[in-house]
Nanobody
Framework: QVQLVESGGGSVQAGGSLRLSCAAS????????MGWFRQAPGKEREFVAA????????NYADSVKGRFTISRDNAKNTVYLQMNSLKPEDTAVYYC?????????????????WGQGTQVTVSS
């Protein structure tokens, strides 16, 4: 049974920072892509960031480039999302995901396992 458990969400004022964590269990994820998506109320789930197994290839949504940083610790089967300079438009439920493909894709269809999500709320 594959499980992804997110933590680190919360409420913060604009300009603040949060760090999300996602611990994976159930199988070794060292050779798979791990990433983050988010979904705001009334909107579709959208790509945020992803990293391939070695960390040598990353992808970021244009809206978060320069503000968010994805990292992973394969020994701990954990992926992180450091979010700085947060804006009210970053408010959403953030989902951790794992894909069995090699490259850090940007579409929901490319990913195979999903966490339950963690709420991030940014107030102005």
């Amino acid at each position: 049974q594959v499980q992804l458990v997110e933590s680190g969400g919360g409420s913060v004022q604009a300009g603040g920072s949060l760090r999300l964590s996602c611990a994976a269990s159930g199988r070794p994820f060292s050779y798979y892509t791990m990433g983050w998506f988010r979904q705001a109320p009334g909107k579709e789930r959208e790509f945020v960031a992803a990293m391939n197994w070695s960390g040598g290839s990353t992808n970021y949504a244009d809206s978060v480039k320069g503000r968010f940083t994805i990292s992973r610790d394969n020994a701990k089967n954990t992926v992180y999302l450091q979010m700085n300079s947060l804006k009210p438009e970053d408010t959403a439920v953030y989902y951790c995901t794992v894909g069995l493909q090699f490259d850090p894709g940007t579409t929901v269809e490319e990913y195979d396992y999903w966490g339950q999500g963690t709420q991030v709320t940014v107030s102005s």
